[in-house]
């Protein structure tokens, strides 16, 4: 018996097609073509990857992109520097900062330098604050906003279903309950946030309709961990060494997908799972921003 897969990448596909209609629709109305800057300090190989790749997903749907590289060593007032010039280009709507940053750099502040109306990442205070009170007109992170669609798309509504959150990240878990927390679509569930501190983990992943698992160690959840029928999302992922690949490594989630997938009703695969979604959230966001000046994804 297997899980349903459930396939990222095609709903992604359908998410930047819906994108790109908005994007020539607004286009046509008020002649605006969105803008997004991304900022990459340093390069690291996997941010340097998630860079470009949202760079080119925001250029095939219309969205004028641009990329900032830095160097390494930039100083934190070089960088802030950065930020306040793309919050003052009017050709800017969206600003997103790739992270980690650099040890010298002081990364909240740089994310409470970025212009709330800006913020494409939901990381500003103010956009946490919003979303966290239950706005639904807010721009909310891009993993956990991909995670409900892909949840609603595929046919789990989260609605009354308790989920279990592994991983209290600001990126992903944190925002993620938020959004599971709030009134209406995609939301309306019974939360529990596990994490590296949480004892009997087994015992609280065992509760999961739905179990979302961001921590970024492969395996960490196995079938034992999974109640039969659950849903289960990863979101990790990892590098591991692979003789056989061209690359010499190959990429895995933070599940045991072969073990799981026999206990799971449906499961997102790595890679072509959550990742194309983040990035066709971005794009949305971007919008938002755009034609909002604030951003909201609720209805
Ligand atoms: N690094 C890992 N995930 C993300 C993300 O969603 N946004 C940014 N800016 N950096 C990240």
């Known amino acids: 018996m297997g899980a349903e897969i459930i396939s990222g990448t095609e709903m992604a596909r359908e998410?930047?097609?819906?994108?790109?209609?908005?994007?020539?629709?607004?286009?046509s109305a008020d002649g605006k073509t969105p803008g997004l800057a991304t900022v990459l300090v340093g390069s690291d190989p996997a941010s340097s990857t998630y860079v470009r790749m949202k760079n080119r997903a925001a250029a095939e749907v219309g969205i004028r992109s641009r990329q900032v590289?830095?160097?390494?060593?930039?100083?934190?007032?070089?960088?802030?520097?950065?930020?306040?010039?793309?919050?003052a280009d009017p050709e800017v709507d969206g600003i997103l900062v790739q992270l980690p940053?650099?040890?010298?750099?002081?990364?909240?502040e740089i994310l409470e330098a970025v212009h709330p109306a800006k913020d494409v990442d939901g990381f500003h205070p103010v956009n946490v604050g919003r979303?966290?009170?239950g706005s639904t007109d807010v721009l909310a992170p891009c993993t956990p906003r991909g995670i409900i669609e892909l949840l609603m798309r595929s046919g789990h509504d989260p609605a009354g279903r308790h989920v279990v959150m592994v991983g209290r990240?600001?990126?992903v878990g944190k925002p993620m309950a938020s959004l599971l927390l709030r009134r209406g679509r995609g939301g309306d569930a019974t939360v529990t946030i596990a994490h590296s501190?949480?004892?009997?983990?087994?015992?609280?992943?065992r509760l999961g309709d739905i179990l979302i698992v961001a921590v970024g160690r492969p395996g960490v959840v196995t079938a034992d961990m999974v109640r039969p029928g659950a849903v289960v999302i990863d979101v990790g992922v990892?590098?591991?060494?692979?003789?056989?690949s061209e690359k010499g490594y190959r990429l895995v989630g933070d599940v045991d997908f072969e073990g799981v997938r026999g206990v799971a009703s449906a499961i997102?695969?790595?890679?072509?799972?959550?990742?194309?979604?983040t990035i066709a959230m971005l794009l949305s966001n971007t919008v938002d921003a755009a034609q909002t000046g604030r951003g909201g994804d609720g209805e």
């Open 69 to 87: 590289d830095l160097p390494e060593s930039i100083s934190h007032e070089e960088l802030l520097g950065w930020v306040e010039g793309l919050n």
């Open 238 to 244: 990892n590098r591991v060494d692979d003789a056989d």
């Open 169 to 171: 990240s600001n990126i």
């Open 15 to 27: 998410i930047r097609g819906e994108v790109a209609e908005r994007v020539t629709a607004m286009r």
């Open 101 to 108: 940053l650099p040890d010298q750099i002081r990364e909240d």
């Open 197 to 205: 501190r949480t004892a009997n983990l087994a015992e609280i992943t």
């Open 131 to 133: 979303l966290v009170s």
């Open 268 to 277: 997102t695969p790595v890679p072509g799972g959550v990742g194309p979604m």
